[in-house]
């Protein structure tokens, strides 16, 4: 059963922002633009939607999560039977007493690396427990750290969701000894959160709220968690169900736009603008990468188009699927077309809101 507070952070994901700009905007030559040289993919059959790679960076939680009762294992499990059909490869890569600086030092190696489709970061327990021996990061380098990471995520390509850092003690009255500084810090990742457009789990508001319930007593731990910090099995449960529903959410949405302007010779005949908007209508019918399309004319009132009257509007469910429109011998086709009849191209990619 998911938890009544874990759906209002599901709910939550609609108005959670996510942008990081993937490519550069300005004026391109359209044979760059369309990267006309590149090498085609052998064949012209449809393939099996490729898996989405999901990486867990994290500490010892996440390090515990592949365990066979941990979260991302029973994770794999639950999503291998989603009704949606859509395939997942969960790998984990926590590293127990890991803090946001150790993060950055092995971004690349352990997440980076691995091409991920979506990065789950869990942190911030240990940027504020080990604050009790002087070995704790402090406020300002945790936030720059979370925008660094989620920064570099998104310029690969990934998308992320971050999470809140939890408990650390199981009061739920407020007395546990970090109660405030990891309230401080959970109001951070949210900021950053918000500032970076990444997608929010608010684990911290909902192991409060679930605490209040579930913990009558105001037992220390013993509860979510074996010694205050660590996931016990009901705790993994709790993040299972969260997580099952924010991944599937962010995973199925059409992330990457590809947006594409043109200002046509002034030579080119009304019949011949024509035929390439026609022939660019017709390229999602032919590449199944495409998940959105929309095209139109410049009205804008603003008079700043600078002769650019044609925009086209793709969306990709990620970089890679982008990446394979772009060469794809149908794409490559429409670019032998049109070329001759582009004066000038404009092309901006980003991630979707």
């Not at 406020?139 to 925008?147: M, Q």
């Not at 099995?233 to 959410?249: H, M, T």
């Not at 009205?299 to 650019?308: A, D, F, N």
Request: with cysteine; net charge negative.
């Amino acid at each position: 059963m998911i938890p009544e507070t874990c759906l209002g952070e599901i709910l939550m994901i609609a108005r959670e922002l996510w942008s990081a700009q993937l490519g550069s905007v300005g004026l391109l030559s359209a044979l760059a633009l369309f990267g006309f040289a590149a090498v085609l993919p052998t064949g012209g059959k449809a393939q099996e939607a490729k898996a989405c790679r999901v990486v867990f960076f994290g500490d010892s939680i996440t390090q515990a999560a592949v365990g066979p009762e941990g979260y991302i294992t029973q994770l794999q499990t639950a999503l291998e039977a989603h009704p949606t059909g859509r395939k997942f490869e969960l790998v984990g890569a926590g590293i127990s007493g890991h803090k946001v600086p150790d993060l950055q030092a092995r971004l690349e190696r352990d997440v980076l690396a691995k091409q991920p489709d979506l990065v789950v970061i869990y942190i911030g327990i240990n940027d504020v427990w080990h604050s009790q021996s002087g070995k704790g990061t402090p406020s300002d380098k945790y936030r720059a750290g979370l925008e660094d990471l989620i920064t570099k995520i998104n310029a690969a390509g990934a998308r992320v969701i971050l999470c809140t850092p939890s408990v650390i003690g199981e009061r739920h009255d407020g007395t546990n000894d970090l109660d405030q500084m990891l309230e401080e810090y959970a109001a951070i990742s949210r900021e950053v959160a918000a500032k970076t457009g990444a997608f929010l789990v608010d684990l911290r508001k909902l192991f409060v709220h679930d605490l209040k319930i579930r913990n009558p007593e105001n037992k220390p731990s013993g509860v979510l968690t074996t010694d205050g910090v660590h996931l016990n099995p009901a705790g993994n449960e709790l993040v299972k169900d969260c997580l099952e529903r924010s991944i599937v959410a962010v995973a199925s949405a059409t992330a990457v736009r590809h947006v594409v302007l043109f200002q046509f010779k002034p030579t080119a005949t009304v019949a011949e603008i024509n035929r390439v908007c026609d022939l660019f209508d017709q390229l999602p019918g032919k590449i199944s990468e495409v998940k959105s399309y929309e095209a139109g004319t410049d009205i804008s009132p603003e008079k700043l188009s600078e002769g650019l009257t044609h925009c086209f509007t793709l969306g990709f469910e990620t970089a890679a699927d982008r990446d394979a429109y772009i060469v794809h011998p149908a794409h490559q086709e429409f670019v032998k077309q049109a070329l001759p009849l582009i004066q000038r191209a404009v092309v901006v990619d980003y991630l979707a809101r």
